[in-house]
């Protein structure tokens, strides 16, 4: 089955530690997504990418950076720049046809605890 | 940027119809809207999307307004597995940006 693979589900870091989040993803889609979504809230655009070694900052890109070497593969870091971490992280991918009607595909995510 | 306006919560009872409104009065003419919905630590679920017509699919029907400034997912037949959070988030054209708000939490009352 195609889809996206978010790994791993749960992630605990100490603070002043820089940590990578996994995405991989099977569906041939050229664009890929990396959300935050704080406790109660909606979800914020971190970076994207509509083809490969090419990505854009999103709203709150300040303390994390991501690669795009592959097209299956999204990786963000969180590095210890980010004030508040603690957060779940989303990562979505779409066709990439720039015409705004391609759904987005996401993965089931990340918690990452920083303590 | 393109943003919605959503109720933070509604109410429904099982096996009746529900009806989320959304707002997006600064829409441009080529924006879609989308609706996704979440489950609790869960990544959103894509639900149904359109740009100018009504959109039915298995899931949901899109209910757009003619002036395009609202939309309402229309969920005939609420079950208590359709209680979520339900985003409307608008397809920029020529950005692959989507830009979701608070939502609307959906709660099914049995």
């Known amino acids: 089955d195609g889809g996206i693979t978010q790994s791993p589900k749960y992630l605990f870091r100490k603070e002043g530690q820089n940590v990578t989040l996994s995405c991989e993803q099977n569906l041939n889609h050229d664009a890929m997504y990396w959300y935050r979504q704080d406790p109660g809230q909606g979800l914020r655009l971190i970076y994207y990418s509509q083809i490969v070694n090419d990505f854009q900052k999103g709203d709150i890109a300040e303390g994390y950076s991501v690669s795009r070497e592959k097209k299956e593969s999204f990786p963000l870091t969180v590095t210890s720049a980010q004030k508040n971490p603690t957060a779940f992280y989303l990562c979505?991918?779409?066709?990439?046809?720039?015409?705004?009607?391609?759904?987005?595909?996401f993965g089931n995510g990340t918690r990452l605890t920083v303590t | 940027d393109a943003k919605t306006t959503q109720p933070n919560s509604m109410e429904s009872n099982e096996e009746e119809p529900v009806h989320l409104p959304c707002n997006h009065s600064?829409?441009?003419?080529?924006?879609?809207i989308h609706w996704y919905r979440q489950l609790p630590s869960q990544g959103p679920e894509y639900v149904i999307h359109?740009?100018?017509s009504n959109v039915n699919n298995r899931m949901a029907s899109l209910a757009i307004a003619e002036d395009r400034k609202s939309s309402t997912l229309i969920l005939h037949r609420a079950t208590l597995r359709d209680a979520a959070v339900y985003y409307c988030i608008l397809g920029v054209y020529n950005f692959n940006k989507f830009y979701f708000g608070s939502g609307t939490k959906l709660n099914v009352k049995p």
């Open positions: 979505a991918s779409s066709i990439g046809q720039a015409l705004g009607d391609s759904p987005l595909h």
């Open positions: 600064t829409i441009s003419g080529t924006d879609y």
């Open positions: 359109g740009l100018t």
